[in-house]
């Protein structure tokens, strides 16, 4: 099974700021992470998948990188719409999330 | 445009069966590459993937829970189902459904929570 460290595990930002969230697998995930974005009460939606592509609707503003066993997402310029709970997932063997991100205004 | 939409008991017992259905629209789960997966989120929890199913009927199951799930799917009326038995409180959670076409879990049903209680 392959396992999906994310951190930190919330996140305080002020709106304009650059926030970044990392996944660690356990193992070489080979590129194939998606991230998520979950507002409370709502279905999560995909914003990254292949560790970089952006979703059709999914701002500039996010971002992803990484490659082997580490990875990261990041929101340049926060915005208040973007305060939410993020979650990456590893989808090169089976599925798994990582723990989440909440990212809060500061 | 994708849609897709959880269905369920709302409240079971402990040790009873858990059934449910996904219905959807948009895509048909007999055409290569469409899978339908079902993931689990216990209330201010994280994500857990449960199962899915493929267009050509190949299964795959989250390991830890592996002997309690059974997905299965109708294709000629766009459903897909998710069966887990020996329901305990620690089940209790929103279940979703989930579409991977290119993209895994690109589109969400609403979900629909389950309870465990006596």
């Known amino acids: 099974d392959i396992q999906m460290t994310q951190s930190p595990p919330s996140l305080s930002a002020s709106l304009g700021d650059k926030v970044t969230i990392t996944c660690q697998a356990s193992q070489n995930i080979n590129k194939y992470i998606a991230w998520y974005q979950q507002k409370p009460g709502k279905a999560p939606r995909l914003l990254i998948r292949?560790?970089?592509t952006l979703e059709s609707g999914t701002p500039s503003r996010f971002s992803g990188s990484g490659s082997g066993r580490d990875y990261s997402f990041s929101i340049s310029n926060v915005e208040s719409e973007d305060i939410a709970s993020y979650y990456c997932?590893?989808?090169?063997?089976?599925?798994?999330f990582g723990a989440g991100t909440k990212l809060e205004l500061k | 445009q994708v849609t897709l939409k959880e269905s369920g008991p709302g409240i079971l017992q402990p040790s009873q069966a858990l059934s449910l259905t996904c219905t959807f629209s948009?895509?048909?789960?007999?055409?290569?590459?469409?899978?339908v997966s079902w993931i689990r989120q216990p209330s201010g929890k994280g994500l857990e993937w449960l199962a899915t199913?493929?267009?050509?009927?190949?299964?795959y199951y989250n390991p830890s829970l592996k002997s309690r799930l059974t997905v299965s799917k109708d294709t000629s009326n766009n459903q897909a189902f998710l069966k887990i038995t020996s329901m305990d409180s620690a089940d209790t959670a929103t279940y979703y459904c989930?579409?991977?076409?290119?993209?895994?879990?690109?589109?969400w049903g609403q979900g629909t929570l389950v309870t465990v209680s006596s």
């Open positions: 199913i493929d267009w050509d009927d190949d299964k």
């Open positions: 292949y560790t970089s």
């Open positions: 948009g895509f048909s789960l007999s055409t290569y590459g469409m899978r």
């Open positions: 989930a579409w991977t076409s290119r993209a895994p879990f690109a589109y």
């Open positions: 997932l590893q989808y090169v063997n089976l599925y798994t």
